[in-house]
Structures are given as C-alpha cells and as structure tokens.
C-alpha cells in the first residue's frame, strides 16, 4: 500500500480562523477522499478530491466551510474555515485505486482542536 | 449503501480467536463485505473484503453465509495489538463507487 502523510498531525485555532491540512501519498492514485472524526464518533465522508475540478460534497457539508483542493494525483488539501469548538475533530484524508479491489487506505489523520 | 449492525463491544482472551460477528440483511448482489480496523488514534486499516465466498489473508477471515445476509471476521489468535474498533462496511465497488459509510463498529478488546 502506499505512504500516506497529513501535516500538521495536530493542531489547536482560534475560533474565527482557518486551517489548512495537506495530504500527501507518495504514488499516484485515481481517488482522495477526506473525513471527519468528532470525539467518540464513528468516520463520516465530508467530500471527494477530484484532480483538476471541484471536490464532491456530501449532504451537510459545503465548500464555503471546507474547501478543497486536489492539484495532482498526488497531494490534496482540506481547509476548514471560520473555524469553532464544534470543528474539533479528527480530520482523515484517504487514497483508493492502488489495487483492483479499490479498498481505501487512510492516513494518520490531523487533530484538530478549536478554542 | 446497505447498513450494518454490529455489537458494541466485545471482549476476547489473548491467544484465542476473535469472532466478530456483522448483520447486512438488505445487501444488494452487486455489494462486497468490508472489514477496517480503527487503532486508537490512527487512521483506519483496511482488513479484509469479500463477495460471497470465504476469504482469508494474513491479518483475518472473513465468513460470509450464504444467503450473506451476515458475515463473521474471524481473528484466529488474538494479540493486545488487536484491541481496536472494528468496522464492518457494505459497498458497491468500481469506478465512481467509492464511498465508505463507516456505522459505530465493534470495540473489541483483547485481555491478557
């Protein structure tokens, strides 16, 4: 499976502010996804990072809060916008289409706190 | 995506295999079983996935019935580094069918 890298692996905003995360895998894959984990909750799709047009996003979450860039096959960046407490979250970024059986692979993850 | 139901919890003897079992009565033919695992505080781990038939790989089994109403991830022997929360997911696999619907998944915990 490919390396899969998040910076920063942690972090603790200001409400108010913004937040960039960056994901990086070290091959080229066909699909990035991004994720979020709230405190003692399960994983949930926020969008999908198509390479060269606009992420793909789920009911409940918009670009004005999380935009998303994927500018090759290699490297996507989640922000998260006007940040509040509610925010503080595990944020996941994952790959897919190394193998045939497109399982997804996850990284690290990036937790996010917002005071 | 069809849903799935898992237990909670489940607790297991270090040594012996873990069973964990998965309900998805509403699994449509074209929908494959999959299995991550969620160490705390990493990313999840992709396990194992299946059709209809058993599957077995270096980490696990996978038991699906036949009918595949349900399925069994079968840890044969179980380490302290198995405690995770365990997901069990159903989904349509090809091109433009990508996502993951993870549910609350299984804490399973492995005693010494």
């Known amino acids: 499976s490919a390396v899969i890298s998040q910076k920063p692996s942690r972090d603790i905003c200001q409400r108010g502010t913004s937040l960039t995360i960056q994901c990086q895998v070290d091959?080229?894959?066909?699909?990035m996804f991004w994720y979020r984990q709230q405190p003692g909750q399960s994983l949930t799709l926020i969008a999908t990072a198509n390479q060269g047009s606009e992420a793909t996003y789920e009911s409940g979450f918009v670009i004005d809060k999380f935009p998303i860039s994927r500018p090759n096959l290699t490297f996507s960046t989640l922000t998260v916008s006007n940040m509040s407490p509610e925010d503080s979250s595990i944020y996941l970024c994952?790959?897919?289409?190394?193998?045939?059986?497109?399982?997804?692979?996850f990284g690290p993850g990036t937790r996010l706190t917002v005071t | 995506d069809a849903k799935t139901t898992q237990p909670p919890s489940m607790d297991c003897a270090e040594g012996r295999a873990a069973n964990l079992p998965c309900n998805h009565s509403?699994?449509?033919?074209?929908?494959?079983v999959y299995w991550y695992r969620q160490i705390h505080s990493q990313g999840p781990q992709y396990i194992i996935h299946g059709l209809k038939n058993n599957e077995t790989n270096e980490m696990a089994s996978l038991i699906i019935t036949e009918d595949r109403k349900s399925s069994t991830l079968i840890l044969p022997h179980a380490t302290l580094r198995d405690t995770a929360v365990y997901y069990c997911i159903v989904r349509v696999v090809g091109q433009g069918a990508q996502k993951l619907v993870f549910g609350q998944g299984t804490r399973l915990t492995i005693n010494p």
């Open positions: 509403t699994i449509s033919g074209n929908e494959y």
């Open positions: 994952s790959v897919s289409g190394l193998t045939s059986g497109y399982e997804q692979y």
């Open positions: 091959s080229q894959v066909t699909m």
